[in-house]
């Protein structure tokens, strides 16, 4: 009887550092964060890493822009899980005998296989924008903005060769990808015109 136990220790590790300053015509914040996790699965695993970026400029007493960046990736590796015979707590949770069954008392397949079944995920995404404010009289003001936002995901699933015993079709192995990407755009410009009418204020925005 084979009592190695399917789980293991997890653990967690988290850093991060930012850094800020300047002067009154230029001022800039950076930040990062990293983070790695390993659940109670040998194939449960996380990664995580974070970067940001701001900065501002005063360019002329009545021209200021900004510039914004972000970076984030990640990447997960779990195990099967739910209603499916390759995840390990619903085989189980419904295995038989540990003692006398073939497969040390899981429904589907042996111990030691629950732990070769892949399911991974990457993601990758970055952000940007510019921005920009022009006071062009004291009456009269301009504002442009432009950003995007790019992300990439990719979802795998493995089940390695001979894994599964025969004489089930899967003992071949068998590898799925579902990749993809997303691009989103924006831009605005308006401006803002302020004027005295007989003593009442009001203003116009384009």
């Given at each position: ?5 399917l ?7 988290e850093?991060?550092?930012s ?5 009154n ?10 983070s790695?996790?390993?659940?109670v699965y ?6 995580r890493?974070s970067?940001?970026?701001n900065?501002?400029?005063e360019f002329?007493p ?8 972000g970076?984030y990736?990640n990447?997960l590796?779990l195990?099967?899980n739910?209603n ?23 429904l589907s397949?042996?111990k030691?296989a629950?732990n070769?079944f892949?399911?991974?995920q990457?993601?990758?995404r ?12 004291s009456?009269?003001?301009f504002?442009a903005?432009?950003?995007?936002d790019?992300?990439s995901r990719?979802?795998?699933?493995i089940?390695p060769?001979?894994?599964?015993p ?14 993809y990407?997303?691009?989103t ?15 009442l ?6």
């Amino acid at each position: 009887l084979d009592h190695t136990p399917l789980t293991v220790r997890g653990w967690r590790e988290e850093c991060g550092a930012s850094a800020s300053g300047g002067a009154n015509l230029l001022q800039y914040f950076l930040a990062g964060d990293f983070s790695r996790e390993r659940g109670v699965y040998v194939n449960n695993l996380s990664r995580r890493v974070s970067v940001r970026s701001n900065l501002n400029a005063e360019f002329t007493p009545v021209l200021t822009g900004a510039a914004r960046l972000g970076y984030y990736s990640n990447r997960l590796e779990l195990p099967q899980n739910d209603n499916n015979d390759q995840g390990p707590l619903g085989n189980g949770l419904l295995g038989r005998d540990p003692i006398t069954s073939p497969n040390g008392g899981y429904l589907s397949f042996p111990k030691e296989a629950y732990n070769q079944f892949l399911t991974t995920q990457s993601v990758d995404r970055v952000t940007g924008g510019l921005e920009a404010r022009w006071d062009a009289a004291s009456w009269l003001r301009f504002n442009a903005l432009t950003g995007i936002d790019f992300a990439s995901r990719g979802d795998q699933a493995i089940t390695p060769p001979g894994v599964v015993p025969e004489p089930d079709r899967r003992n071949i192995g068998n590898a799925t990808s579902n990749p993809y990407t997303l691009y989103t755009y924006n831009t605005n410009l308006d401006g803002t015109a302020s004027y005295d009418l007989a003593g009442l204020q009001a203003q116009t925005a384009l």
